[in-house]
């Protein structure tokens, strides 16, 4: 059974940073490219941020990029999103996804909500102004 896990939300004031995780089992986790989405209350889910196979290429909202970092270790299974000067927009729930078979991350392109493959249940941030 796969299962993707976030991890290390909270609340915290504006400013402040936050890292967030996900684990993955279940699926050969170097084999996908990953993926964080946000979906504020009353808002669209949006693209956060995602990172290919191998670590290489990433790709980061315009509304995030300088702020936040992806990275992963497949040797954990672990995908992780430092947070740095969070403010009070990137109040939400956070999302970790596998990305689709064929799909990948690279510079512009983010990995496509449609065609991810599995979801985790999200982890709250709420950044305090």
């Known amino acids: 059974q796969v299962q993707v896990v976030e991890s290390g939300g909270g609340l915290v004031q504006t400013g402040g940073s936050l890292r967030l995780s996900c684990t993955g089992s279940?699926?050969?986790?170097?084999?996908?490219?990953m993926g964080w989405f946000r979906q504020a209350p009353g808002k669209e889910r949006e693209g956060v941020s995602c990172i290919s196979w191998s670590g290489v290429s990433t790709s980061y909202a315009a509304s995030v990029k300088g702020r936040f970092t992806v990275s992963r270790d497949n040797a954990k299974n672990t995908v992780y999103l430092q947070m740095n000067s969070l403010e009070p927009e990137d109040t939400a729930m956070y999302y970790c996804?596998?990305?689709?078979?064929?799909?990948?991350?690279?510079?512009?392109?983010?990995?496509?909500?449609?065609?991810?493959?599995?979801w985790g249940h999200g982890t709250q941030v709420t950044v305090s102004s």
């Open positions: 279940g699926l050969t986790f170097a084999d996908y490219p």
């Open positions: 996804a596998a990305g689709g078979q064929y799909d990948y991350c690279s510079g512009d392109h983010m990995i496509s909500p449609s065609l991810v493959g599995y």
